[in-house]
């Protein structure tokens, strides 16, 4: 493996680095993906994308690197000091290596999506971390695929990445605009439950195990007018004086929730 010292925030290649990581359109243009953190690199390697170099801190060891797993012999790699590769990472402890992988073919498309299944669509998401936080929650409770509409969001952010815990290169993923969206959603016949309070039912109530989608909206706007009243209107039942949740917890209540009910219906 070629390790390159890099000492000196002038040093083009940083530059270029850093720019990868701090800027969409960078990345985008690039076809390159940021990966910070050991766990994060090995779901990106278990999804199968390609890792075209590495990036370490000083002092990083050999032993270190063998928790990746595939042969690193031959590619190269970047050592940086701590200023500089702190100046990098999303963590500032606990983390001592990031990875540039190649971007990947898309995993789901719009004609994937089947008569049978569980889906989630978050229309209108800005920010990174809540994307990450759904992801990360849509691969453990099993969802088939998560629709995003009307992005606004890199799914392949390095804070989306960070707060998936590289769940986003496993859980299925489609970019779409809500109106697609909805056309081949009814076309497919599934239920659809809409995040909207005028005339809803609590989540309790609906029959969440299979052939259904849940739309999530933004926090302060919620759906849009394409999605209200286009299915069964649906709520989070709250005890409290709030009457809205953050939109990565209510999507991870909808989900567990959907999760509890195909786990009970199985024991029966």
Partial sequence: M????????????????????????????AKKIIVEGFKEIEMAIKADLTLDYLVIENGTTQNQLTQISIDITKLDCYSLTPELFRSLTVRQSGVSILACFSYPESNFSLNDISKKGSYIVVEGIEKPG????????????????????????DIYHPQVIRNSLGCSFLVKTIEAESTEVLNILKDKGLSIFTTYMEDSVSLFECDLRSNCVIVLGTEHSGVSEIWRNQGQNINIPMQGEIDSMNVSVASSIFMYESLRQRLSSSIK
């Fill in 2 to 29: 070629f390790v390159k010292e890099i000492g000196s925030s002038q040093n083009s290649w940083y530059r270029s680095f850093r720019a990868l990581i701090e800027k969409n359109r960078k990345r985008k243009e």
């Fill in 130 to 153: 809540n994307l990450g936080a759904i992801l990360r929650t849509a691969e453990s409770t099993g969802i088939t695929a998560v629709i995003i509409c009307d992005v606004k969001v």
